[in-house]
C-alpha cells in the first residue's frame, strides 16, 4: 500500500473504515454520528473488530447496522488482513483496542491505520498505558495540561508519527475520573475529523513524514470550549 489513501469527499466515493475497538466504543459512537452527519461524507464506516466478545463497540455496531466480528486470536496477522480485504476496507482506526496489530497489517496499512491515545504523547504512551492509567500517570506527574493524540501506527504501541492533538488543561483539583471525561471530549471532537482528514487525502504520510494541507486545519476548527487542536504537519 502506498503511504496514503487516495482522497475521498465530493465527486468520490467514501472510504470504506474499519474500527477496532475494545471496550465501550464512544469514540466508535462519535464517528458514526459525525459521519452520519456529513452531507457528503468521505468515509463510511464497514466494519467493527474487538477482540472482545463482550465488548460494547460490538453492540453499537449491531444497533447501527454496521458488521462486527469478533477476532479469536488478535495476533493471527492472515486472518485480520482476509478480515479487512473481505470489507474493502481502506482506512483502519483503532479507537480503544488494546492489543498490538500484526505487523502484516501495519505494513498493508502503512499510512492508512491510525490510533488515538488519551493523553498528548510521547508523554505516558506505551505499553500498558491506557484507560485509567494514562489519566493516573498525568496527575502523579504534575501535568498542567492532558488531552488525546491521534497518530499513524506503526509496529510499536504509541510510536507512530502525530497527526494532531486536542489539549485540555489539567486542574488541580482533578481525579482520574474527572480528568478522563474532559479528555474524552477532546477525543470525540479529534478522531472523526482527522479520519476524515485522511479520507479526503488532507493529511497523509509521504516518506516517514505528515504532510498537511489548509483543508485539513478547517476540519479541526471550532472545537469545543475547554479544548485546544493543533496539527503536527504543515
Known sequence: MTDAPPAGGAGRAPRNVAVFASGAGSNLGAMLTYFATQPA?????????????????????????????????PDDGAALDALLAAHGVDL??????????????VTRYHGAIVN?????????????????????AAL????????ATVHFVDAAYDRGAPIARATVAVAPTDTPESLAARVLVAEHFLLPRVVDAI????????RGSLRCTPAAASL?????????????GG
Open 116 to 136: 488515538i491515545h488519551p493523553a498528548l504523547l510521547p508523554r505516558h504512551g506505551g505499553p500498558g498505558m491506557y484507560g485509567r492509567r494514562v489519566h493516573e
Open 220 to 232: 479541526l476548527a471550532d472545537p469545543p470550549a475547554g479544548v485546544r487542536v493543533g496539527l503536527d
Open 199 to 206: 479520507a479526503r487525502g488532507a493529511v497523509r504520510l509521504e
Open 92 to 105: 483502519v482506526v483503532l479507537a480503544g483496542y488494546l492489543k498490538l496489530v500484526p505487523a502484516s497489517v
Open 140 to 147: 502523579r506527574a504534575g501535568d498542567t495540561q492532558s488531552g
Open 41 to 73: 461524507p468521505a468515509a463510511r464506516i464497514v466494519l467493527v473488530v474487538s477482540n472482545r466478545a463482550g465488548a460494547g463497540a460490538l453492540a453499537r455496531a449491531t444497533a447501527a447496522g454496521v458488521p462486527a466480528a469478533t477476532v479469536a486470536d
